[in-house]
């Protein structure tokens, strides 16, 4: 009989319970507000977000910025062997990657939402560049290849990585995260712990 593994902050996937997962995303948070002073996310947009649809310009950049993050978080999960469809905090759905809803969570605000606040700063995206109507507001083809040339670029910046202490880009990152997370799950390693980027 194997040796039972040390509780972790990620729980088994055999322990997939909607209410085992919404009891371990409200600890994630709170250890998050926590390790903030008790000011979560307040560097971004993330209490204001409304996803579908966009009501005003700034929600139309962040619900586009984050799909492309989903994008390589799912692309990153894959790569090093996970499926994407199966997550821990995410509830899963048909053709929702809960996996990679999960991964992106520590990007949001430092990969994301700083690349829309620089967006706005440098005056990179104007009015012309959403288009407005009754079910809410979108990006034109000008304005979402404004938006992914600002996502792209900090997608290659360097951050110093919170557990390993070395430099990469956010990408790189993002894919380290998941594996780590795979390794976890195979038992290489007692603990999985997810990082916070800045």
Known sequence: ?????PETTVRSPNRSSSRVRNKEA?????????????????SSFARLHVSRPPRDRVNALLSFGYSLLIRDATAAAARVGLDPMLGFLHVVHPGRPALALDLVEPFRAAWVDTAVL????????DRDDFVFSSAGVALTDRGRRALIGAYERRADELTTHPRFGYRMSY?????????????WLVGEIDQFTPIWTR
């Open 118 to 125: 620089r967006l706005i700063a440098t005056r990179g995206i």
């Open 26 to 42: 409200r600890r994630c948070c709170s250890r998050r507000d926590q390790a903030r002073g008790g000011h979560a996310r307040s």
């Open 171 to 183: 990408r790189r990152l993002l894919e380290l995260e998941a594996r780590v997370l795979g390794k």
């Open 1 to 5: 009989m194997p040796a039972q593994k």
